[in-house]
């Protein structure tokens, strides 16, 4: 962006300033989307002689959590959601993340399987994840609401949410246009004002240089 000359450094940093703030404060979708493990049941472990298995979930991109409390198969596993490796992950509104239950080896890791996980998949709130003949798990997200009536709802919050933040851009955008445009006039006012001066100035310095035109110069000033 090209600022106009008269707008100082100070008043550009601050105008920097401004629009960072107008921006940061425009207002999103706060809600968080936490995923807490409910239940677990793994059919198998992948070990070759009998020890404990170690149990994590996995998202790309992410830490891995630790199951501690999975150690057998074939048993329930049914967790408050205030365990201290809870929550499990938080989904994004609009994507899914890829994530996996593993099972953690000396040499490798197994997998359980991997999956796309998707804040649309949860039914009020619950998600279960079945995978033949290897583990049996139901995850909750009370904020992930994608109930069928959802989509069948034309007004729905994520939808009045939109239309509410495009406005707030609409009309931060405007403003900050005006502002921009005000600096323009104005520096373009002053710049106008100080060639003016200058002209003046050099007009009247000629009237001491060329003495005899003095009468003309002074009947173009008035005409002027
Ligand atoms: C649901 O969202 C609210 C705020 O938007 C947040 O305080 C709360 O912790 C979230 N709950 C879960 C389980 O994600
Ligand atoms: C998986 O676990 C849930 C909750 O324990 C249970 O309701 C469901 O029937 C199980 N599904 C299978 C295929 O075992």
């Not at 709802?153 to 955008?173: G, P, Y």
């Not at 405007?174 to 921009?180: E, F, K, P």
């Amino acid at each position: 962006m090209r600022w106009p000359p008269s707008v100082s450094p100070r008043r550009r940093r601050l105008l920097v300033v401004v629009l960072f703030f107008a921006l940061c404060s425009i207002p999103g979708n706060y809600s968080q989307r936490l995923v807490t493990l409910d239940t677990i049941d793994i059919f198998t472990t992948h070990e070759w002689f009998p020890s404990k298995p170690t149990v994590y979930f996995h998202c790309n991109g992410e830490d891995k959590v630790y199951l501690p409390d999975v150690k057998e198969a074939n048993s329930i596993y049914s967790f408050k959601g205030e365990e201290s490796w809870q929550p499990l992950t938080e989904l994004p509104k609009k994507k899914c993340k890829r994530c996996g239950l593993y099972e953690e080896n000396i040499f490798k890791r197994d997998m359980y399987d991997e999956w796309e996980l998707c804040y649309s998949d949860f039914k009020d709130g619950k998600y279960t994840h079945f995978k033949q003949g290897q583990f049996n798990a139901t995850f909750l997200c009370p904020n992930c609401t994608a109930s069928a009536g959802d989509s069948a709802n034309h007004h729905s919050d994520s939808d009045v949410e939109t239309k509410k933040t495009s406005v707030t851009v609409i009309i931060v955008v405007s403003v900050l246009a005006s502002v921009i445009v005000g600096i323009a006039l104005f520096g373009a006012y002053k710049y106008w004002q100080k060639k003016k001066r200058e002209r003046d100035e050099a007009r009247f310095l000629k009237l001491f240089e060329d003495g005899d035109d003095v009468e003309d110069e002074l009947g173009l000033g008035n005409e002027l």
